[in-house]
């Protein structure tokens, strides 16, 4: 073989390298004969006459066999480096440059035994450092944590370091075989010990993650998350290494009382940026916004004058709200709850989660806004009331309520008439009550009946008078009779 120096061999082929491999090739082909490259390393005790140099050394590739590499280490040293060596690595080509360690030397062949294996270690262990960002792969687990190989090297991970939430011994047969990214912890060149951490790692990765999305993000993006946490007033999501609160009321269009209806833990949704406070780093969220609008075809839907049908949802003094589906609610005011008497509270009529029928009254999409009426799914009571109660016509009832104004008397169910307060009685009244109470059945003449407004004037005092011009009639008759005399006069010589 051709002498050379280490300089010329380590970055490749040369000159007239080209012709020097070949000469090297030859040469161990013939020493060999049939034997293989792993024949010889296999059958052959290494000799110890030539002690194998310590530390990487790098050569360049001059021969590749079947199962062997030959390297030319230069100072005409040539060693074979077996293939298995390689592990995952490709194979490299004639003229490629390798580091190896020397492992041994074949007297009778001439040739330095190599290792891949060793030389990749040996730089491995020179170039970690606390702080390192390496790549391993998980080959085994014990009751303390992860055991991994670093490019060839044992390293340990503890339970605690696993993960960024805490984990149980039965969770890690799991990452078996699994390639993990870690940071490095600890680094003993002397006693071979590593241990590394991937929370550290991931909590790296989260913040940088996190930076980004902060840089990126603007207020009406449509982003993807992770449900992380689920709270009574909502969920916290998981957009990229920042969290974002998913109000409850952002979760649906409808009413939602309890958000684990809507969402659990550890599901993807696509969710819209509805403000960010990029100072305090506060983000609100919607899932609704990103869902159709249930109001866009809701006048086709519910017409008015339509009898539909729904949930009772929430009860108010003034009325109660009917779901008609998620998202479409209408209000049924307290006076549309029913004709046959005026009522303090909705509650008297419906329950909440009752099922109900209703007559559409009136529509607004654009607010968003329905009226309802349970009392017009039926029969009205007031269609021909000018003529059940005309005119002149003399009406009895009940008297239901009295206001400072005047009293009201139920004709029907769901008919009421006013007597004002000047028509309650032929003489002056100061309160209704010195006339009539709530309870009492009174008689009146009709003045007045207007069934779009649905109102009855009615008076008791033209209805006295009514009687008391027939008493004058019976009167003047007796005034026609003579009367009789009486038998003392008057004090103070007054006739009567």
């Not at 590394?196 to 998350?225: C, K, M, P």
Request: aromatic share 4%; net charge negative; hydrophobic share 40%.
């Amino acid at each position: 073989m051709s002498d050379g120096g280490d300089g010329g061999r380590n970055d490749g082929i040369d000159g007239g390298a080209a012709n020097l491999d070949a000469e090297i090739l030859s040469e161990v082909e013939a020493a060999l004969g049939d034997m293989s490259l792993m024949d010889l390393m296999d059958q052959r005790p290494a000799s110890q006459d030539q002690p194998a140099t310590e530390g990487v050394r790098r050569g360049t590739v001059v021969g590749v066999q079947r199962d062997g590499i030959l390297i030319d280490l230069g100072g005409k040293s040539t060693g074979v480096l077996p293939k298995r060596q390689l592990g995952d690595e490709p194979v490299p080509n004639v003229g490629d440059a390798i580091d190896v360690t020397i492992t041994g030397y074949d007297k009778d062949e001439g040739l330095l035994l190599l290792s891949r294996q060793d030389a990749v270690m040996a730089a491995t262990w020179e170039t970690l450092s606390r702080g390192q960002v390496v790549e391993g792969r998980v080959t085994g687990h014990n009751k303390g944590g992860l055991e991994l190989k670093i490019d060839g090297i044992d390293a340990f991970m503890p339970i605690s370091q696993v993960d960024r939430s805490r984990i149980e011994d039965e969770d890690l047969p799991g990452y078996i075989n699994q390639r993990l990214r870690c940071q490095v912890v600890e680094v003993n060149r002397g006693d071979k010990k590593l241990v590394v951490s991937r929370r550290e790692s991931l909590i790296q990765e989260a913040a940088q993650a996190r930076e980004e999305v902060l840089a990126n993000l603007t207020e009406g993006q449509v982003v993807t998350g992770t449900v992380r946490t689920i709270m009574p007033y909502g969920a916290f999501v998981d957009i990229g290494g920042v969290d974002g609160l998913l109000h409850v009321r952002d979760m649906g269009h409808g009413r939602i009382d309890d958000p684990k209806t809507v969402v659990q833990e550890g599901q993807e949704l696509r969710v819209k940026v509805l403000k960010f406070d990029r100072e305090e780093q506060k983000i609100a969220l919607g899932l609704k916004q990103t869902l159709a609008d249930p109001w866009t075809d809701a006048a086709e839907k519910w017409r008015v004058d339509e009898v539909v049908s729904g949930r009772v949802t929430k009860l108010m003094e003034f009325g109660a709200f009917l779901e008609l589906e998620p998202g479409v609610e209408g209000l049924i005011p307290i006076g549309e709850m029913t004709f046959e008497r005026r009522i303090a509270h909705p509650r008297e009529i419906v329950s909440e989660n009752e099922i109900v029928e209703v007559r559409v009254m009136d529509m607004d999409v654009e607010r968003q806004r329905m009226s309802l009426s349970i009392k017009r799914v039926g029969d009205d009571p007031w269609v021909g009331a000018s003529i059940r109660w005309a005119v002149d016509s003399v009406v009895e009832g009940t008297v239901t309520r009295t206001t400072d104004f005047g009293a009201f008397v139920e004709l029907a169910s769901g008919v009421e008439g006013l007597v004002h307060i000047s028509e309650l009685s032929t003489e002056h009244v100061r309160q209704v009550s010195e006339a009539v109470k709530p309870g009492d059945t009174v008689q009146a003449k009709v003045l007045d009946v207007d069934e779009s407004t649905r109102r009855i004037s009615l008076s008791i005092k033209q209805l006295a008078e009514m009687f008391d011009f027939t008493g004058d009639e019976s009167a003047a008759e007796s005034e026609a009779k003579p009367k009789p005399k009486r038998k003392k006069p008057l004090k103070g010589g007054l006739d009567w």
